[in-house]
């Protein structure tokens, strides 16, 4: 346990240091910092001197050493847009993510447990085949397109008038087919409360929860079929095991075999893997956040593509590596404590 | 010609293959309407009815124009037309085929790293299987969408805007390719560590054959069915990639529109009641991936390679 424990920290420690290295040289190879300090008048030998100044004539392990000793102390420089240091601007940006990634998945959780559960315990109705079906196709369908079709139905709304409407049912079947529109489907609302720090949270207002609804159900749709198929399975397995046999021989209630004795074991496997993927549900918060105008570091990184904002990028991504490498290790951790036999292998992206 | 095709088609006629596709609505209807979209898109210089790529065809005046049967639409064109006035029938066909290139042309790529890095790691284990295992562990914890989009921004961000659009079907090749591989290098490594422990490597080993040999003539064949069905899978994976690369404005570029980017540059328009620029390239993206995925599951059924995990 011990071995493994080392193990899988010195990885982690390994990974963060191999993602600094890329940072380091993206920012080595794409940042002129000199080029941003100063203005166009200035002569070739000034130039030499402020390079030599900020250390840029190092040799490269000394500049490594230094940015990476600066990023262990919090400071991975200054966005050249926001002229603040990276980390406060992240900083801002990350509590709208978080939220969208909570309203994401608390849906996950109520939506996929029953409906998984429900898909193994009776796997001939035909409402099972229904979920599965839908989830098959959910699963081709991207995260973008689900979002602007929310878009569509929800905040701008469809007339339907295939039916002829001079008849009382044909009027009936238009409306029915046609949606009311209304959600919000851009930015955050005006009305967010103030929690902690750069926390500002929508979720204790109307407007802000409304905000929440289409984003969140838009990300939610990319990992529900996954997780609603990962609950199946597992529970079609734990049904078929020993020990549940027994509990149907002892004449125990199917309620109380199902919601106890099953269930449990069916959520150890999905909650570590859940964990995974929570984590990789931060890279579709930046498809998501795009379509929605959304506030958070995904949107933020990519308009820092766009205005080539090097050192903005560099500490995205040294900071969400350390987000996926944290989660990935704790996964790791609790998985091999809990259940030490089995290996955690086929996550899909 | 010879006996030898006939009676290759004889034996193909009367495999399980055959047999199992031919009971197989789903699959039969998938298929079908795969060939079709291939075909289309292949064909698509000869069926479009306008040519996107060419500025003199464009008139402004017929921009935002609905699809046949709403009301303001012109029969010339079918499915509308887009913000520039170009045919979205005709920038449909071509944004498949765009689509369908970088598809195929990304398997292809992350195929031969897959197997070549797969099949070192399988058959050497050791620190060679050690370490490379330990990449693509890393790499997929990441998410292969999360390193696609870093380095799709890297690339863009040291080329330039007008640089990445020229050799953009290239670049997005690499970057799927490259962001992928780890998923076929796992299925084969395992597929690797079962067959050798068989007796006919056993046999090669004894016969002499060189390492290379015995990996790459006698032991990659064995492995082809679990790469062919995820290499299926992969393909609507890396069409989605493509998408997603493309709707964040990190791929092709809106005068060679793929699906993805008809997609986003529809959606700028949606706001304005202008639903089919966006939805209708959307429907195709969705029926493409959809199709190939249900052939891959029925790939997988019937191929069973039991080591294949989703």
Redesign the interface.
Known sequence: MLAFLVQRISQAFLVMFVISMIAFAIQDGLGDPLQEMVGMSVSEEEREAIREELGLNDPMVVQYLRFAGNALQGDLGNSYFYSKPTLEVIAEHLPATLELVIGASLIIVFLSVPIGVYAAIRPQAWLSKFFMGVSTVGISIPVFLTAIVLIQLFSIGVTVNWFPSDTGWGQWLNDFFSTEGGLPSYGRGDELTHLFGTWESGFFTGTGLMHLVLPSVSLASIMLPLFIRLIRAEMMEVLQSDYVRYARAKGLSAGRINFLHALKNTMLPVITVGGVQIGIMVAYTILTETVFQWPGVGLMFLEAITRSDIPLIVAYLMVVGLIFVITNTLVDLIYGLVNPTVKLTGKKA | MTTATVSRWDRFRESFFWYSFKRDKVAIVSFAVLLLMVLAAVFAPLLAPADPYDLAQINIMNSELPPVGMSGADPAFPLGTDAQGRDLLSTILYGTRVSLMIGFGAVVLQAFLGILFGLLAGYLGGKVDAVLM?IAD?Q???????VA??VG??F???FGNLMFGEIAIYMLIFIIGVA?WP?IA?TVRASVLAEKKKEYVDAAKVMGFGTRRIMFRHILPNTLSPIFVIATVQI??AI?SE??LS????GMPETQPSLGSL?KSG?DY??S?S?WI??IP?LV??VL??VI??LG?WLRDVMNPRLY??
């Open positions: 330990r890393v997929l914890s990441f998410s292969t969408l999360m989009i870093i921004a890297v863009k961000a040291s992928e998923q796992r609507a994976n989605i998408a997603a709707f964040l404005g990190l997609i959606f949606i706001q009641g639903w966006t939805l959307g993206l969705v991936v959809l995925n249900l599951d995990k989703g």
